[in-house]
Every structure is written in structure tokens, then in C-alpha cells.
């Protein structure tokens, strides 16, 4: 199923995965080359919730530079957003819920809750997301 069109697709990334939550991912440019291991366990891979949090967060940095530009606000370079990404079971169905903390210092609260807002609705991985998992937006 397509949504888009070749015009109108901006980048395309590209990973090979073998071996699932054990094993290992590599990009299509080889900048990214690394071991997955299961959440929780003591050995030095990284593992799917991880990547879909640091990708997020950083995502979601970018539509909020993008909202403080419409509102005529520069954002601090110490703006940050911590991820955290749950992988939940219950009754043996699998899914996912996400936290993101987002410090905007000294940004006025109420400014930072209009970048926010404004940012979830644009981000990608917010609009993927919207509806299939719950996500709680918090400001620092």
C-alpha cells in the first residue's frame, strides 16, 4: 500500500535485520552497524525500544523547532527530550506506551505547552503513533 508518492518521499532508510531481538542491524550506507539483544539483558546490544525512542526524541526536536520558528521563539540549545518507550505484555498481547519529558529551558510554560502541542501534531512518529498507543506529553 502506497500514501505517497516517489516526489514526495524526502529520504528513505534502509536497514537489513537478521536474528530479531538477538542479533543484528545494519543500514544500507553501513552508518549504522549494530548488536541487538533483548530488553534487560546485561549484554552490550541495544534493542528496538531504544532506537524507536532515540528516533522519536529526536524527531520530535526537529517539529518543535519548526513550531518555535512559526511562533517567533528560538529554542535553547540545551532543549532536550527524554524517550521512554515501553514494551508491555498483558495476557500475552504485546504492545507499546511512550512517555517523552520535554525541557525547554527558560521557555514561559505556556509557551513551551503551545511548542509542544504544535510539535506532537506535526512530528511523524507522533502521527504514526497517534491512535495505537498511549503517549503522555510532559514539559520539565
Known amino acids: 500500500m502506497s500514501t505517497t508518492t516517489h516526489d514526495a518521499v524526502l529520504y528513505t532508510g534502509k536497514t537489513r535485520t537478521t536474528g530479531g531481538r538477538d542479533g543484528h542491524a545494519q543500514s544500507s550506507d553501513g552508518r549504522l552497524d549494530i548488536r541487538l539483544d533483548p530488553p534487560g539483558s546485561n549484554r552490550a546490544g541495544t534493542n528496538p525500544e531504544q532506537l524507536f525512542a532515540a528516533g522519536w ?70 502521527k504514526a503513533t497517534r491512535g495505537n498507543i498511549d503517549v503522555v506529553l510532559s514539559i520539565a
Open 57 to 126: 526524541s529526536a524527531c520530535f526536536i526537529g517539529a518543535m523547532h519548526i513550531a518555535a520558528g512559526k511562533a517567533n521563539v528560538k529554542l535553547p540549545a540545551e532543549t532536550a527530550v527524554d524517550a521512554e518507550v515501553d514494551l508491555c505484555n498483558v495476557d500475552g498481547a504485546y504492545f507499546l506506551q511512550a512517555r517523552l519529558h520535554v525541557s525547554l529551558p527558560g521557555i514561559a510554560r505556556d509557551t513551551a505547552r503551545a511548542i509542544v502541542d504544535a510539535a506532537h501534531q506535526t512530528c511523524p512518529y507522533s
